[in-house]
Each structure stands twice: as C-alpha cells, then as structure tokens.
C-alpha cells in the first residue's frame, strides 16, 4: 500500500488542523458511527451513544450540519419530527474512518496491554 502525502505547513490555517479539529472530537466518529447505518432520530442517537450528554450530542450534530457531513431534515408534526442523516460527503468521510474504527477495534486489547504494561521514563512519572 502507498501513501501519497502532501506537505502542508502546519498552521493556524492547515486544511488539516482546519478540518481534525472538527473531526477528531470526542463524539464525532461515534455519530457518524450511528448515521452510517441509516436515518435516526435525535432520541434514536442518544439510544445508541449512551454517554453523549444531549446538548453534546445537539452541539456535534449541529457541526456537522455545518461542515456539510450531515442533513437535517424536519417534518411538520405534532411533535415536529427531525431526522439525520449522512450526505454524500459524510458517507466519504465515514467510509475512511470506517478503517481506522476497525484497528482501533482490532488493536484495543493490545493498545490496553500496552497501556498496563508502559513505564514512565525516570523523572517522566505521573502525578
């Protein structure tokens, strides 16, 4: 497998701090998880994420509305109906982190043993 790399400057400007910074949160990928399956609800997401907060989870979805990963779509019931969904950038993004979810999912007891097993260098030592 070949990587094809581009050089950037690393600025407060880089595409890629731009872009991760958004991404790399702490709920994004677990959304974009979820959406991946299909159309859901707000309650359906707070279902399948246990821990998200939903203010977080309102705050997350909102961001990624505004970046274009994913669409709002409200109907005009009693109560209004909102669903979520992935657009067709979303999906493109989600089918690369698709990868590294699966390492990070192959990899964790690994990453936790290595974790169990780590010594701080002398001087290095936690608090």
């Not at 669903?83 to 493109?92: H, R």
Request: with cysteine.
């Amino acid at each position: 497998m070949t990587l094809h790399r581009q050089s950037f400057i690393i600025t407060e400007n880089c595409p890629i701090r731009d872009v991760l910074d958004r991404l790399g949160d702490r709920w994004t990928v677990l959304v974009l998880h979820e959406l991946a399956t299909g159309t859901l609800r707000f309650s359906e997401l707070r279902k399948r994420i246990a821990d998200i907060s939903p203010r977080m989870l309102a705050q997350t979805l909102r961001h990624l509305e505004q970046d274009g990963l994913v669409r709002r779509e409200v109907f005009p019931t009693v109560p209004p109906r909102v669903d979520y969904a992935l657009t067709a950038m979303g999906e493109s993004f989600f089918e690369r982190v698709e990868m590294l979810a699966q390492w990070a999912a192959d990899h964790h007891e690994a990453v936790k043993a290595a974790r169990r097993a780590y010594v701080a260098p002398a001087g290095n030592a936690p608090k």
